[in-house]
């Protein structure tokens, strides 16, 4: 029995996400596709735009046939750590043979050239990386800018044409894509690598290419369209099993605008202020007088959009920000993260399985090095930020951020806490 896997967010599942996974069973041959997915909040900062039950449904709807939940502490990160986390999951759970990914490229071996490349960093690449950090680039540009000035140096990578480095380098799934390489190398996991083409639009396009959108035009039309025009023009653009549950979810009240997301860093602005430099100290990342700089322009200001424009900088992307955002707001600091990251992952939340496949799920349940939890309430029955366990501190910030996406819905007659305590494991 052989089991593939994706990393997905499905923020929400489109008619691109369904090629990807139809891809993914061809080209692997195998009987069982899992999804490790974002909970209710993705890598880039943001609240999804459906909650992660409606989104399992989705995935399940559409061929998945078990979906795992990311702990929110591995995924409010960098690209680098969310997809070591993710890797690492999926290498413990020793169900995973072969793990299919989507790039802008679509070729696996000079993706696997740079990665392999970017973990035995030469010393002149060292130097180079240094010298653009400290001109003020941000990590990406200047990690880009340091391998094609010293890309002749690596064996694997001086027949390549620099443009096409350069240009692998500033697409957003090629950089995911290097970055799960980067982490089965690392980890010299036995999980088979392969990617597909990326099909129909760019990560960010707001173009229509034939039935191809992104993620985020999908989101816009949502956030930016009255209910039924939205709807409809979304129709097209996913599976109709998808666009049903979405439908549903809008009706209902039950999804989280753009503009909903304010309300955090309102919230957090507020905190801040409540704060003094060597307290935001001791997030990771806050450093080198960033501090300082959430301290200014938190008193200065309490428009949630232009305080995170202030905020941005050369080296300072405003995904990154929305990161620190939410680390702030679940008091999620360096102290608490090490905690959870030593000895990692600490459990797998299984969220959904296709019926007929329950079989899986047992599988796991029998070959994962790590624990395996459907219920959280048979773990924790209450919610503690400050538990000195590792298990225990994680799913708290797994439930805290259901309670606090619930209180982002449209309709707040659906905004009951502690949702993760009663709702039963998915099953379509």
């Known amino acids: 029995m052989k089991t593939t896997a994706l990393i997905v967010e499905y923020n929400p599942f489109h008619n691109g996400h369904q090629y990807h996974l139809n891809q993914s069973k061809k080209i ?15 890598q880039r900062g943001d609240a999804a735009i459906l909650d992660k039950w409606a989104r399992t449904k989705q995935a399940l709807s559409c061929g998945a046939d078990l979906v795992i939940e990311l702990p929110l502490i591995y995924n409010i990160r960098s690209a680098e750590y969310f997809a070591y986390y993710s ?3 999926l290498d413990k759970s020793n169900i995973v043979d072969s793990i299919v990914f989507g790039s802008e490229a679509g070729n696996i071996e000079i993706i696997s050239a740079i990665a392999l490349a970017l973990i035995n960093e030469s010393p002149d690449f060292k130097k180079a990386l240094q010298n653009y950090l400290k001109k003020g680039f941000n990590f990406p540009t200047a990690r880009r800018k340091a391998l094609l000035d010293t890309y002749q140096s690596y064996n694997e990578l001086k027949k390549v044409d620099p443009e096409k480095i350069r240009k692998i380098l500033a697409a957003p799934n090629n950089i995911l894509a290097i970055e799960y390489l980067k982490s089965l190398l690392r980890l010299n996991s036995k999980i088979k690598a392969h990617t597909i083409k990326r099909v129909g639009t760019d990560y ?8 191809y959108a992104s993620a985020s ?15 409809s023009a979304s129709k097209k653009l996913m599976p109709e099993k998808s666009w049903n549950i979405l439908k ?4 209902s ?3 989280v605008k753009s503009d909903s997301q304010n309300q955090i860093i309102l919230k957090t602005i507020d905190l801040i202020r409540r704060l003094k430099a060597e307290d935001l100290k001791k997030y990771k990342g806050v450093a080198n007088g960033l501090e300082n700089r959430f301290i200014e322009k938190a008193a200065a200001e309490f428009n949630p959009e232009k305080f995170l424009n202030s905020l941005k900088t050369k080296n300072l992307t405003e995904t990154r920000v ?5 680390q ?13 990251e030593t000895n990692a992952p600490h459990y797998l939340r299984v969220l959904g399985v296709k019926k007929g496949k329950e079989y899986l799920l047992s599988k796991l349940q029998s070959e994962s090095e790590t624990e395996i939890i459907i219920n959280p309430a048979e773990k924790i029955n209450t919610i503690n930020i400050n538990d000195d366990q590792a298990l225990n501190l994680s799913l708290s910030y797994d439930l805290l951020a259901s309670d606090l996406y619930a209180l982002l819905y449209q309709n707040l007659e659906h905004s009951q806490s502690r949702r993760d305590f009663h709702q039963k494991l998915i099953k379509i």
């Open 248 to 251: 549903n979810e809008i009706e």
């Open 253 to 255: 009240g039950r999804f």
């Open 328 to 340: 702030i707001y679940f008091s999620m600091k360096a102290a608490k993260i090490n905690l959870v």
């Open 204 to 211: 960010y396009s707001q173009e229509v290419n034939k039935n």
């Open 87 to 89: 890797i690492l999951s």
């Open 217 to 231: 035009l999908i989101r816009n039309l949502i956030n930016n369209r009255p209910q039924k025009e939205a709807l």
């Open 28 to 42: 692997t041959e195998n009987d069982n596709l899992i999804v490790i997915m974002s909970g209710n909040f993705t």
């Open 322 to 326: 929305k990161r620190k955002i939410l």
